[in-house]
Nanobody, 114 residues
Framework: VQLQASGGGLVQPGGSLRLSCAAS????????MSWYRQVPGKQRELVAF???????NYADSVKGRFTIARDNAKKTVFLQMNSLKPEDTAVYYC?????????WGQGTQVTVSS
């Protein structure tokens, strides 16, 4: 199983980024796809997840600003991040979870700074 995350970068406060995570070697359509983030010295935290049925959930800190979506045909999950704040700066990881597995992607750096 491979998860390839992309789309991170440097953006000014108030800006937007769109992260993508392409999966291979897994039953993508039946899995729960999630985005987590981590800053140095802190635990990895859940940002958002989307179930195989399209049900979504978000951390309170990103509600109304971030949107998670999936394209089962392309085996890709997206995280649209708008109105970015400096406190959104972190390494963002995608995760896939099935009945008997959990896999993580390699992470992509998001830096929000002027």
């Amino acid at each position: 199983v491979q998860l390839q995350a992309s789309g991170g970068g440097l953006v000014q406060p108030g800006g937007s980024l769109r992260l993508s995570c392409a999966a291979s070697g897994t039953s993508f359509s039946s899995s729960v796809m999630s985005w987590y983030r981590q800053v140095p010295g802190k635990q990895r935290e859940l940002v958002a997840f989307i179930t195989s049925f399209g049900v979504t959930n978000y951390a309170d800190s990103v509600k109304g600003r971030f949107t998670i979506a999936r394209d089962n045909a392309k085996k890709t999950v997206f995280l649209q991040m708008n109105s970015l704040k400096p406190e959104d700066t972190a390494v963002y990881y995608c995760r896939t979870e099935g009945a008997e597995y959990i896999y993580w992607g390699q992470g992509t750096q998001v830096t929000v700074s002027s």
